[in-house]
């Protein structure tokens, strides 16, 4: 079976780089014969990643975080090439919904080289400057895009902490925006602290903002908070982290196999990724994108 392991060697601050000697020792002790591609940036990573697709690779092992994953997604999508993960970043919250064991490196190695394959759902976002995606997990945009937007440029704290920071910093200035949607043909409008469109359940690190979406059932879970006083978000929002937001009157869910997303001013991110800027037509490709999965709550 033709593998390839691409990874690159900086990003998570070095881990990769750390890691990566026991992923390749643990293939070597299966007998798995795979070429191990390292990659300098972004438009390497996707070279590799579709060299290999080209090639007619059965699997490609990805090392590193969700924007990694996303990179790969744009270039397997709609193919037979799988995907298989080892975790490698700060929050890993699409190896978390695929059930890939993000603590054990040999354990996640073994289950990406010979563990079961399956076709799971990706999301697909068209923005207002024309840039389109396919995303894995979730879609954000209101207030959490912009904490994504100002961690992204902040060099201090690391890991979950800095995420944790950057909300405390945009608390200060965000006020509920006024988002006007087309779920399936359905117009719904409204102020919102935020509107995040879930293939998968979480982001952030473990944020469980779509807590009962799931990859492969053909459908988009919508999480609306609606526009509330900063005392109440900051009761509501850390409930997130179990999912249980969603009972709160404050939040309305849905779901829809086609979005039409609007708000002035406001940013698409996908799987923690800059995307663009509204208005977006999200929609589900079901079936895209062939993984390898472990079991449920790994």
């Known amino acids: 079976m033709a593998l390839t392991v691409v990874a690159n060697p900086?990003?998570?601050?070095?881990?990769?780089?750390?890691?990566?000697?026991?992923?390749?020792?643990?293939?070597?002790?299966?007998?798995?014969?795979?070429?191990?591609?390292?990659?300098r940036d972004a438009e390497d990573l996707r070279h590799a990643v579709r060299q290999a697709r080209q090639a007619g690779d059965a699997r490609v092992i990805v090392c590193g975080g969700d924007g990694s994953l996303h990179l790969a997604a744009q270039e397997l999508a709609g193919g037979e090439t799988a995907l298989g993960i080892v975790p490698a970043?700060?929050?890993?919250?699409?190896?978390?919904?695929?059930?890939?064991?993000?603590?054990?490196?040999?354990?996640?190695?073994?289950?990406?080289a010979q563990g079961p394959v399956s076709r799971i759902d990706l999301g697909r976002v068209v923005t207002a400057d024309g840039t389109e995606r396919v995303f894995l997990g979730v879609l954000s945009s209101g207030f959490d895009s912009l904490v994504n937007e100002r961690a992204n440029v902040m060099t201090w704290p690391s890991?979950?902490?800095?995420?944790?920071?950057?909300?405390?910093?945009?608390?200060?200035?965000?006020?509920?925006?006024?988002?006007?949607?087309?779920?399936?043909?359905?117009?719904?409008?409204?102020?919102?602290m935020l509107v995040a469109v879930g293939n998968g359940a979480s982001y952030g690190g473990g944020m469980r903002v779509c807590p009962d979406a799931?990859?492969?059932?053909?459908?988009?879970?919508?999480?609306?908070?609606?526009?509330?006083?900063?005392?109440?978000f900051l009761r509501v929002f850390p409930q997130v982290f179990s999912g249980t937001h969603v009972q709160t009157p404050y939040v309305s869910t849905t779901r829809a196999s086609t979005i039409e997303l609007d708000a002035p001013g406001q940013l698409a991110y996908a799987d923690g990724e800059r995307v663009g800027p509204l208005p977006a037509v999200i929609s589900i490709e079901t079936a895209a994108l062939p993984v390898v999965r472990g079991p449920a709550g790994a």
């Open 159 to 192: 890991g979950n902490a800095r995420y944790l920071v950057a909300i405390l910093g945009e608390l200060r200035t965000f006020r509920p925006v006024p988002y006007r949607a087309v779920l399936d043909g359905r117009s719904v409008n409204g102020d919102a």
């Open 89 to 112: 970043g700060t929050g890993d919250d699409n190896a978390r919904t695929l059930g890939i064991p993000r603590k054990d490196v040999a354990a996640a190695t073994r289950l990406a």
């Open 10 to 39: 900086s990003s998570g601050k070095g881990r990769v780089a750390r890691l990566l000697p026991d992923v390749v020792s643990t293939l070597d002790a299966q007998g798995v014969d795979a070429r191990i591609v390292t990659t």
């Open 214 to 232: 799931q990859p492969d059932d053909g459908m988009l879970d919508v999480t609306w908070l609606h526009g509330v006083r900063k005392s109440t």
